[in-house]
């Protein structure tokens, strides 16, 4: 006996469904190395800004580099397939490094404390708006990053380079953790 139209419809719907939460597990894999490559470069910079506060660009611009390179390297080798990879992974990171330098020479003078919240707030509202569009766990992380950054920025005080290294390099590494565990 042949299904029905609906009885295979339903079935189409559901093989669309067990698809999308595949990809969804292996968007979450491919994050999980990037979340934990960049909350541990994070929370280096930071606790060596809160010992060597003066030397924030010899800290900073040889960390965000290195990270460069190697996160093109990590996006190359979990998305193999996915031609030219390493090349957009840049361009991608090399826009919010470029509107990160923007608002600073804007803005400035900005306090360096207040420059170090630029990137936790930014990269927070992107992973909640893609929570929002795609994957319900981003909405999570950028959620945490977003909130328990601008808690560190109020509350923290002289504490800031310190809780800013939990709250956002811990944060992206607990959350690439989570990711990589699914």
Known sequence: MSPSAEEAA???????????????????QAESAQLILWGAANSIG??????????????????????????????????ALLPGIGWRYLLILGAILFLIVALHAVFWPLAPEQ??????????VLYFLRGVLLRPRYLVIGG????????????????????????????LMLSGVWLGRL
């Open 10 to 28: 339903r079935a189409l719907r559901e093989i669309d469904a067990i698809k999308e939460r595949a990809a969804g597990f292996q968007d979450y």
């Open 46 to 79: 930071l606790v060596a800004t809160a010992l060597f506060e003066q030397h924030l660009l010899q800290i900073w611009v040889p960390l965000v580099l290195l990270c460069l390179v190697a996160g093109a390297l990590l996006a190359r080798r979990t998305n």
């Open 115 to 124: 420059g170090a919240m630029i990137a936790p707030l930014f990269v927070g």
């Open 144 to 171: 945490a990053l977003a909130g328990l950054s601008l808690l560190s920025f109020l509350f923290a005080g002289p504490w800031f380079w310190w809780a800013m290294a939990m709250t956002w390099g811990g944060t």
